[in-house]
């Protein structure tokens, strides 16, 4: 039974009304999950879940460049995505080049930056190929950074880190002294983004699978049991609606 909290604000957004733009989160990363689930549940192989997923990747693009979301982190393929059958991840690493080959043009028309994060060098041939493609095609775009996760792992990113500082002091005069938070977060691959004001994850899953642990010390976090193949423009833009509630709240404190 679900019982109604005082403060529960249960408006719900439909997607032809306009969002109001104070508050939205400038930057707003998100955890894809349930493409799997989703495929089973229509009796579907796993790869049916994630080409489709593809698909709400664009639209979701598309929604957070309308409602002024500065940058856009999309968990695409994490460095633990490599345990899986081997098909599956052939797939998978097959999709970043499908998606520009469909959607780059329209990016580029709509002034969307593509970037990655991620130990990207190790990715097939093919897969840098057409992502170094788009970014370049991109890289003076100064509208919606669309920032995809690829082999991406966190604690990979912190270790990479401290032994490039590492490196610097014992090569280029780097001093302990010098160290302080903001240069760390120079080291990882998030620098020059700022960090993520919301996180999104969907699919009924509540954990952080080892994405950017060190970037959302101070982000709010936002979960639905939505799959991600079945995530709308109106659930992206409910997300924001809360968001914008909960600052609201903390603004009259
Ligand atoms: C992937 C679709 C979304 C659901 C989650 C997993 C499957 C878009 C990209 C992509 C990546 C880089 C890029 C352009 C597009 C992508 C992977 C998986 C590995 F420059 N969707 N998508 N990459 N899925």
Request: aromatic share 12%.
């Amino acid at each position: 039974m679900s019982m109604k909290l005082p403060f529960f604000n249960n408006k719900k957004i439909n997607k032809n009304e306009e969002p109001e733009l104070d508050n939205i989160p400038k930057h707003v990363a998100i955890i894809m999950d349930g493409n799997g689930r989703w495929a089973k549940n229509r009796g579907l192989p796993r790869v049916a879940g994630h080409k489709e997923g593809m698909d709400v990747v664009k639209k979701v693009a598309k929604t957070a460049a309308n409602c002024h979301v500065e940058i856009l982190t999309l968990y695409a393929f994490s460095t633990e995505n490599w345990s899986r059958p081997k098909s599956e991840v052939d797939y998978l690493l097959r999709l970043p080049k499908e998606f520009l080959h469909i959607y780059l043009p329209e990016l580029i028309e709509n002034n969307v930056k593509i970037k990655t994060i991620g130990n990207f060098d190790v990715l097939p041939e093919h897969t840098k190929e057409a992502v170094n493609y788009a970014k370049e095609k991109t890289k003076d775009n100064d509208g919606l950074i669309l920032n995809f996760a690829l082999n991406y792992g966190s604690r990979f990113e912190i270790i990479q880190a401290v032994k490039q500082i590492i490196s610097d002091m014992n090569t280029s005069g780097l001093t302990m002294d010098k160290l302080d938070e903001h240069l760390f977060s120079e080291y990882l691959y998030t620098t020059g983004l700022t960090e993520p004001d919301l996180l999104i994850r969907t699919s009924g899953e509540q954990r952080l699978s080892n994405f950017l642990l060190w970037q959302i010390a101070y982000s709010e976090f936002w979960f639905t049991d939505v799959l991600w193949p079945d995530f709308t423009e109106e659930t992206f833009m409910q997300a924001l609606y809360d968001f914008q509630q909960r600052k609201r709240r903390y603004g009259g404190l």
